[in-house]
């Protein structure tokens, strides 16, 4: 019995504690953490708002700007002409595939046998390497803006390249090996379509103008030898005495053998050089003729034509009756 009434009066003070307890602490509770920090919390969205909406977009716009001007900026000017950093890179990497083309058509040319004949090529004697093509070797941005400018220069001297002596310095660079449809072809080729054969010769253009105001009027386009250079020395100073006499050339036509023309072999010369310009300078024929245009025109002016038809109305009045010029005034 007592341990009965033991166990009876300890269950009600056990069911008392179970029944009346109080609530776990929310501390650790996501929307209790919420609520006290809301405050900081909608400052920092706000900010994040305008950070999102105001500055970002600005920010964009600025580097947009900064793009476009960095395009435009003046590097240099001269005669009026501004140089963009736009229009110098480009000049620049024309520039280097030029080099390339020059490199690749010099190597093409010495393996089928030739020789580049042209001033400024330079070849290593000893190891067969090529140190000079005959135009500035290292691309730069400021070789480029000294090239447009010293060009300048030189064409306000009244130095210039036509199309037609660029071909012949192409022809004499790689010794008749190519023609200018194989040559545009071949730096279509090795830019992978970037550049063609005009865009070589506007660099090479460029670049030997400024050669001529580099050299005062040496621009590199004709080779000179020590042995041309030798020849030309007794042009102008050797000297000979001949002994000659006049000759009819119809007495010796009848001694003249009377060979039969070869039709094939005057086909096959003309076949040879009809894709080449004639040059005296060599041995190997050309029979494609300059670019030419003939046109005509008529020009006059309003004032000696009015001049003339009045002239004439003068002539005809004074030829005229005042009689009969009268009648027929009556009459209308």
């Known amino acids: 019995m007592r341990f009965f009434h033991q166990v009876a009066a300890i269950a009600p003070k056990t069911a008392g504690i179970g029944c ?43 580097m947009r700007q900064n793009a476009g001007t960095r395009n435009e900026q003046v590097l240099a000017t001269f005669d009026g002409q501004k140089l963009t950093r736009e229009r110098v890179d480009g000049f620049t990497r024309g520039h280097r595939a030029t080099l390339f083309f020059l490199q690749d058509l010099a190597q093409r ?90 865009m070589v010769k506007e660099q090479l253009r460029l670049h030997m103008l400024a050669q001529v105001f580099i050299n005062r009027g040496y621009a590199g386009l004709r080779i000179t030898t020590p042995d041309q250079t030798w020849r030309s020395f007794k042009k102008l100073n ?20 009377k060979d039969e023309v070869d039709s094939e072999g005057i086909t096959e010369l003309y076949n040879e050089g009809k894709d080449r310009f004639p040059n005296p300078e060599s041995s190997e024929p050309g029979f494609r003729r300059r670019y030419s245009a003939s046109f005509q025109f008529v020009s006059g002016s309003p004032e000696s034509f009015m001049a003339d038809e009045i002239s004439k109305l003068t002539d005809l009045n004074s030829n005229l009756d005042p009689v009969a010029v009268d009648n027929i005034l009556s009459q209308v």
Do not use: H
Request: hydrophobic residues 40%.
């Open 20 to 62: 009346f307890r109080k609530p776990a602490p929310m501390n650790n509770s996501p929307f209790e953490v919420f609520r006290r920090n809301l405050k900081p919390l909608m400052v920092f969205l706000t900010a994040l708002a305008l950070f999102a909406f105001v500055v970002l977009p600005v920010l964009d716009q600025y």
């Open 109 to 198: 040319t010495i393996k089928d046998g030739r020789v580049p004949q042209t001033a400024g090529f330079r070849q290593n004697e000893q190891t067969g390497e090529i140190v000079g093509l005959g135009i500035n070797p290292e691309p730069s941005t400021e070789g480029s803006i000294r090239t447009f400018v010293f060009a300048g220069q030189a064409t306000k001297k009244g130095f210039s390249l036509s199309d037609s002596d660029l071909a012949v310095w192409l022809e004499r660079f790689c010794d008749g090996l190519y023609t200018e449809a194989e040559l545009n072809s071949l730096a279509k080729k090795m830019s992978s379509n970037s550049m063609n054969l005009p």
């Open 238 to 257: 050797q000297k000979a005495t001949a002994n000659t006499y006049g000759v009819l050339v119809s007495d010796y036509l009848d001694q003249v053998p």
